[in-house]
């Protein structure tokens, strides 16, 4: 069974930063989009940002010029670097994969969410 594994989280002081990682557990043959969701108590799961297969990114406009999401391809990981980081960023943070190819296809895998807290 695929399973999505992230590292990086932890406590920084506003205008911090961090680097997340999530790695794919084994080797799979294609995957889509490769994306970080976020989670604050009390709220919805909401979209980080995203990176396609073709690299096109995505970014909600509240992290635009402060995080920068990444891709390695042949090793199934991806990246969120967070720069100047503020207190609204605390949350936890899902790593995601829409679709990807094992034996078959599986669709919408999730990591176990990895907490990032910002305060001084």
């Known amino acids: 069974q695929v399973q999505l594994v992230e590292s990086g989280g932890g406590l920084v002081q506003p205008g911090g930063s961090l680097r997340l990682s999530c790695a794919a557990s084994?080797?799979?043959?294609?995957?889509?989009?490769m994306g970080w969701y976020r989670q604050a108590p009390g709220k919805e799961r909401e979209l980080v940002a995203e990176?396609?297969?073709?690299?096109?990114?995505n970014y909600r406009d509240s992290v635009k010029g402060r995080f920068t999401i990444s891709r390695n391809y042949a090793e199934n990981t991806v990246y969120l670097q967070m720069n100047n980081l503020k207190p609204e960023d605390t949350a936890v943070y899902y790593c995601?994969?829409?679709?990807?190819?094992?034996?078959?296809?599986?669709?919408?895998?999730w990591g176990q969410g990895t907490q990032v807290t910002v305060s001084s």
């Open positions: 995601h994969i829409d679709k990807y190819y094992y034996d078959d296809y599986y669709y919408d895998l």
């Open positions: 990176i396609t297969s073709g690299a096109r990114t």
């Open positions: 084994r080797s799979i043959r294609r995957i889509d989009t």
